[in-house]
């Protein structure tokens, strides 16, 4: 019940192929779900794993690596990348965030069992097969259908100076205008493509790239940009002239404060525009109850001041659903 691949990816040249992983599907059926990967290594270099559609319902990261795949000269290579558009197969080819066959979230299902459910060998595979090679990881995300982002990189600060400056560094490369800083369990990170990358030694990156299942053009052609830039930072396809380098403002979203919460359900009227500054206290939404149309609205206010770096997408909310991310530009790590 392993994960097998039908290329080599410790051979040398351009390489196409599929990862296979048997799913046992709720009517007991058992199905071969497959993904597409792709392998490009020529020369001396470091190995760089890039990965998408961990969650199926953000699609630039999906887009941005197929393109990758496609167009990577390989005459001009010097390491290996390994590239998954889709890694989630079911919740790519569904929309989704979890996996449909079993109903749990492959950024939470970290690191995974060789004997456990789909998603959790999906993780397991991960982990040890495309990290267990890597020298450096991207992973690509943004809010999906319930979310939207100011396009950002981000990383987990782990307090180890020289690789937490390394992680600065691709952020730095990668060219987006901001960064979020996220500590050993923020947004549930400590069972997330994160630590993997951690528990593994890679130096890696993510990054929420827009959302509210839309394709947005500056969320996308960041994730194009970001990549050409992080290719050539990492020397793999070295650009003939160097790149303006970037310096992000670093976002700290590692306190609690930093997330605005819906205490009761309503629906969402949003007052914060992304990327705006507000102050801590200020009013950010409403929450409508037309279910009681003599009952006024609830009024938000922010927590802590800051950028507001992510907004929920859908009017609908329940008690307990992110209405807002307001994080804390700050100088350094
Ligand atoms: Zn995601």
């Known amino acids: 019940m392993r994960a097998s691949i039908d290329i080599d990816l410790d051979a040398p040249g351009r390489q196409s192929g599929r990862v296979s992983l048997p799913a046992l599907l709720a009517n007991g059926e058992e199905r071969l779900i497959t993904t597409p990967i792709y392998c490009l290594a020529q020369g001396e270099g470091p ?8 969650h199926g319902d953000e699609y630039e ?8 795949a496609r167009s990577l000269d390989i005459g001009s290579l010097r390491g290996r990348v390994i590239i998954l558009p889709r890694v989630n197969g079911p919740a790519c080819e569904a929309g989704v965030r979890s996996t449909p066959i079993d109903g749990l979230n492959l950024n939470r299902a970290f690191p995974g069992r060789a004997d456990g459910s789909f998603t959790s060998r999906l993780a397991f595979f991960v982990e040890s097969e ?10 690509f995300h943004c809010g999906g259908a319930i979310l939207h982002f100011l396009p950002s990189t981000l990383f987990v600060v782990t307090g180890e100076v020289e690789e937490d400056r390394c992680r600065l560094d691709l952020a730095r490369a990668f060219g987006a ?7 050993a369990k923020t ?9 993997a990358m951690l528990r593994r030694k890679v130096i890696g990156i993510s990054g929420e790239y827009g959302g509210s299942a839309e394709v947005t053009p500056v969320a996308l052609d960041l994730c194009r940009t970001g990549l050409t830039r992080l290719l050539d930072h990492l020397g793999i396809t070295p650009s003939a002239s160097p790149f303006k380098v970037v310096e992000p403002e670093l976002i700290d979203v ?10 009761t359900e309503g629906l969402f009227e949003p007052l914060a525009l992304l990327g705006t500054r507000i102050e801590a206290g200020a009013p ?14 609830v009024l938000l206010h922010s927590r802590s001041g800051g950028v507001v770096m992510a907004c929920r997408s859908l009017a609908r909310s ?10 804390r530009p700050v100088a350094g790590l």
């Open 187 to 195: 947004m549930g990170v400590e069972v997330g493509i994160d630590a």
């Open 47 to 54: 190995t760089l794993v890039l990965t998408a559609g961990v």
């Open 177 to 183: 205008r901001h960064c979020m800083l996220f500590g």
């Open 254 to 263: 590692r306190l609690d404060d930093c997330y605005v919460i819906a205490q």
């Open 284 to 297: 950010v939404g409403r929450l409508h109850r037309p279910d009681r149309p003599g009952d006024d609205p």
């Open 61 to 68: 990261g999906q887009i941005a690596l197929s393109e990758l």
């Open 318 to 327: 329940a008690a307990g659903d992110w209405l807002y991310i307001i994080g």
């Open 130 to 139: 495309l990290y267990g090679r890597a020298d450096y990881a991207a992973d």
